[in-house]
């Protein structure tokens, strides 16, 4: 698969995964340089969300781009994925109000609207309700946008090959875009123009501080996590994903809803058959794959490629088990976020597996 003259040389993509072992200040580490580049034989990874400031921030030990040090960090993952053949965006994030003040300096989170995020913000020793959050003024929001772009501007400093907006899973671009979230009677609420325009505004900033083809965007339309939803998912989903479209993204990703998705009783359960045929940019399906389900949406032409999420935590050559119909480790979640290499860079590929049998 060609991405705009990155030769991918496989449709298996590596999907963005929180992983929480950056330092406390938020910088990349050198045991995340070995995890990624384990993975290198991916098509191309996608990192963890990766906060665009220090207001964007939601994750306790995840990583940021606003400064030096972390350009630095960043750096050591690229390179040593660059070095192990492979290829890596790097994925910005705003979590608007999907955040707790205790992890940060006991600032308030901010979204489009005073209304919080459904479920609990998970501490390493205890929940909390998530907070109201600070209403964002209409003042603030070109900060915001200018955040992305610098990110953006240092992301290609620190190597990556391209960038992603993470614009699903109920972060602050979602809060925007769906109307469950955004009651502003302002130029960023009501109208689905006026919604989208955090989505379009951000992507036409990161393609300023690069160019429109190394930026991709992921979708979740279907995607209950935090309380999201929206009176129109299809209308309000269709007109960003045309409005991507006309400005000739680099790729978009879209979510297939999950289990608890559907038992909400989401209205669009077929993401990418619905969404595929209203956009010509590179279409990578995510959510809920295994190989034989790949398969069969890459053949029926609905994606171009599959973002395989879970399945890459606990097998780093994956695509070596794919094609020798090999066995699948199993993830654990207890050790999906936090401290150390286990369950992070000791999971075995079959080549390690034949060497000690
Ligand atoms: C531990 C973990 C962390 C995740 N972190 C992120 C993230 O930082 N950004 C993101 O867009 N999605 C994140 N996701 C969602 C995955 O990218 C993917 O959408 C999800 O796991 C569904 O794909 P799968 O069925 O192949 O696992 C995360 C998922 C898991 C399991």
């Known amino acids: ?42 098509a191309l990874i996608v990192t963890e969300c990766t906060a665009v400031s220090e207001q964007g921030k939601g994750v306790i030990n995840g990583p940021g781009l606003w400064r030096e040090d972390q350009i630095g960090g960043w750096r050591m993952v690229t390179n040593a994925v660059h070095a192990a053949g492979g290829r890596i965006f790097c994925q910005l994030w705003h979590c608007g109000r999907v955040a707790h003040p205790d992890m940060r300096r006991g600032v308030l989170p901010v979204a489009p609207s005073p209304l919080p995020a459904e479920g609990k913000f998970k501490f390493p020793d205890r929940e909390a309700d998530f907070p109201i959050p600070r209403e964002l003024s209409a003042e603030e929001i070109p900060a915001i946008v200018a955040d992305f772009a610098a990110a953006t501007r240092n992301a290609r400093g620190a190597g990556f090959d391209g960038v992603e907006l993470h614009a699903a899973n109920g972060y602050l671009h979602d809060q925007f875009l769906q109307d469950i979230s955004n009651k502003r009677t302002d130029a960023w609420g009501g109208a689905v123009e006026n919604r989208a325009r955090l989505i379009l505004e951000t992507v036409e900033a990161m393609a300023g501080a690069w160019s429109m083809d190394r930026v991709g965007v992921r979708l979740g339309p279907s995607i209950s996590l935090y309380g999201m939803g929206d009176s129109d998912p299809l209308t309000t989903f269709g007109y960003v994903v045309r409005e991507l479209d006309r400005r000739r993204i680099g790729c978009l990703t879209m979510l297939e809803p999950n289990k608890k998705d559907l038992e909400k009783g989401i209205a669009i359960e077929q993401v990418a058959k619905t969404f595929r045929p209203m956009t010509t940019a590179p279409f990578i399906a995510n959510t809920g794959f295994d190989k034989a389900k790949g398969m069969n949406v890459l053949r029926s032409g609905d994606a171009d490629a599959i973002a395989y999420g879970s399945l890459y935590i606990a097998n780093p050559d994956l695509v070596a088990r794919f094609k020798a119909d090999g066995p699948l480790n199993k993830p654990d979640p207890h050790t999906f976020y936090g401290a150390g290499p286990k369950g992070y860079t000791d999971y075995s590929t079959l080549t390690a597996n034949e060497e000690a049998a």
């Open 1 to 42: 698969m060609d991405l705009h003259g990155l030769a991918l040389p496989n449709r298996i993509w590596m999907s963005a995964m929180t992983r929480a072992r950056a330092t406390a200040d938020n910088r990349p580490t050198p045991l995340m340089a070995e995890y990624y580049a384990r993975r290198a034989t991916a």
